[in-house]
């Protein structure tokens, strides 16, 4: 199947899984995860009206976007989003290039955000990712310390939160994550019951290729999908 083949079977299948759940497909966006993948397969989606990407490493997105932004800049433009770990000497290439950065896990983080932001002169839309599952070899904060980073967070004056990002296990029957993006929605609901200033929780990025049908029904507003958009990532490659 081609690359608009693959996006058109997830997109039937994002609004069934809208449709179960009650909500509206355009309370969901699809976010077509291109890391390791040509820009011609993102270039491909464009004639579509897919304007969401995702990247995981700051030198390919900003890459990416500079190139794409040669050639054509579609209209609406591309929203590169930025869901993988960052470094903070990385911050300053892509305050301008990020739509939203899915990945803040740490002060220090969000600091150097803040002020790379506001040397520009921009305000920067973040998530905090959450380890909701307690995986050791994952980056984002434990549930119980999630409040306590964004009230920390939320005073810099040129960092704007708006939700919050976890990524689920690997595995393979995806009901077994159900728990995991209920937990994420429930700590969404109670901290925007806080009524945190500069904190709004509208955004809730949860459900990968093997999950995000469940992650919908669970009330994810973003999903991210790779392999089932752009097929397996062939890391030797690189
Ligand atoms: C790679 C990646 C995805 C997409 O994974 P697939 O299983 O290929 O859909 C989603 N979220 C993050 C943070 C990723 O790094």
Redesign the pocket.
């Known amino acids: 199947m081609s690359v608009c083949e693959n996006y058109q079977d997830v997109e039937k299948k994002v609004t069934e899984a809208c449709k179960r759940a009650g909500r509206a497909r355009e309370e969901v966006t699809l976010i077509a ?1 291109s ?1 390791t993948k040509p820009l011609s397969m993102i270039e491909e989606l464009l004639p579509l009206g897919v304007r969401d990407f ?1 990247e ?1 490493k700051v030198q390919e997105l900003t890459q990416k976007a500079e190139t794409l932004a040669q050639k054509e800049v579609p209209k609406p433009p591309v929203r590169w989003h930025m ?2 770990h960052l470094q903070r000497n990385k911050v300053k290439y892509l305050v301008e290039k990020a739509c939203m950065i ?2 803040v896990d740490s002060l220090r983080l969000a600091e150097e955000i803040n002020k790379e932001a506001g040397k520009k002169g921009i305000c920067v839309p973040i998530l905090i990712e959450v380890n909701v599952a307690k995986e050791e070899s994952k980056f984002g904060v434990p549930m119980e310390e999630a409040e306590n980073l964004i009230r920390q967070i939320a005073v810099f004056p040129w960092i704007s939160i708006r939700g919050l990002m976890t ?1 689920a296990p690997y595995v393979e029957n995806p009901e077994e994550n159900r728990l995991i993006f209920r937990n994420l929605r429930n700590l969404s609901v109670d901290i925007q019951g806080k009524s945190i200033d500069n904190v709004t929780m509208d955004v809730l990025s949860m459900g ?3 999950d995000y049908q469940v992650a919908i029904e669970e009330g994810a507003t973003h999903v ?5 958009i752009f097929g397996e ?1 062939n890391y030797s490659l690189k």
């Open positions: 995860v890391k995702g995981n869901i993988g899915h990945s990524i990968m290729t093997g991210r999908v790779g392999t089932g990532r």
